[in-house]
């Protein structure tokens, strides 16, 4: 059974910075596209950033680009989320998914939340101005 654990989310201040981390386990076999969606209250869940351990280039929301870096530890199936310059509109909760897929080269993880069926539990971050 997959499971997902999320921690490092927290309140800061506009232009602050966090950093959340999710560890996998329950994989044994094969590459995963792993990372983070975000929800807003009264809105749907959307993509952040995401990676694949098999190396494909990372996928990040436009939103974000410039300002968030994903990461990954495949030996300890954990995965980063470096989130710099933080603005009021990045508040919500964040949510770490997994699936396990194939990127052909040149490709990136999907950005569709109904590619992912494992979820964690959230961690909340809050941006205040």
């Known amino acids: 059974q997959v499971q997902l654990v999320e921690s490092g989310g927290g309140s800061v201040q506009a232009g602050g910075s966090l950093r959340l981390s999710c560890a996998a386990s329950?994989?044994?076999?094969?590459?995963?596209?792993m990372g983070w969606f975000r929800q807003a209250p009264g809105t749907e869940r959307e993509s952040v950033a995401l990676?694949?351990?098999?190396?494909?280039?990372?996928y990040y929301a436009d939103s974000v680009k410039g300002r968030f870096t994903i990461s990954q530890d495949n030996a300890k199936n954990t995965v980063y989320l470096q989130m710099n310059s933080l603005k009021p509109d990045d508040t919500a909760m964040y949510y770490c998914?997994?699936?396990?897929?194939?990127?052909?080269?040149?490709?990136?993880?999907?950005?569709?939340?109904?590619?992912?069926?494992?979820w964690g539990q959230g961690t909340q971050v809050t941006v205040s101005s």
């Open positions: 329950g994989y044994t076999t094969g590459n995963v596209c």
């Open positions: 990676t694949y351990s098999g190396g494909a280039t990372p």
């Open positions: 998914t997994a699936v396990r897929a194939f990127v052909p080269y040149g490709g990136t993880c999907s950005p569709q939340s109904g590619m992912y069926r494992n």
